[in-house]
């Protein structure tokens, strides 16, 4: 992959009125936000440890809402489905006309992401490279969607879907997914080994997993802190989203 690499994205919003149905506006900071963190223009990286200042990364990743729907037609690259269900899970269920969400723009060309109602806490997920082309993409809480409208603190700043696209880029938690041992990886050399994940907006040093003395690096993107308390990628986890833009999703690359 060589220079910036420009993805088409298609938001779905499915919603039952009101607050739910977000405005274009609300749409649009979320692209922005996505542009700012994998772009590196955030001005909160500022706020990295001057330890780990050199590793945090410039993804040359950008963002667009489609111009272009899957028949050709100009769009503005939203699309509108009132729905009878209250709440969605992790299911997939909307991503799926039938089952009361919205099927995906072809995966291979779009970033599909859809906004909704999430139930049990949850902020977003995603599916990783290699999945099913049907439920390819990525699903965030309408609250946490974006920076204003129905944004709302602590996750008002757009950083779930900046997450969420990390793992559709194939990035693993920071904290290597085993539960808050010292023993699973991200696979990523530049992360140091962190115990669990990290929440709210931790203290720096927070040492875990013999990893003093400078700890975990919980200001990346990759734990589950607050938004305002994330900041960066790693040189190492864009060596993986390389990895992935030249590999699985090699479609995307123009
Ligand atoms: N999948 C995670 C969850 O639902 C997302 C965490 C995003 N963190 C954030 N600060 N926005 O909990
Ligand atoms: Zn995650
Ligand atoms: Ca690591």
Redesign the pocket.
Known sequence: RAGVTLIQVVVHVVHQNGAQNIDDAQVASQIEALNRDYRKTNTDVSGVPAVWQALAADCDIEFQLATTDPSGAPTNGITRTQTATASFGTDDAVKSTATGGQDPWPTDRYLNLWSCELGGGLLGYAQFPGGPAATDGVVILHSAFGTSGTATAPFDMGRTATHEVGHWLNLFH?W?DDGTACNG??F??D???QGGPNFGKPNFPRVTCNNAPDGDMFMNYMDYVDDAAMFMFTEGQLARMNATLDGPRASFLS
Do not use: F
């Open positions: 920071i290597g990886t991200d990523v050399a992360t140091p080994n």
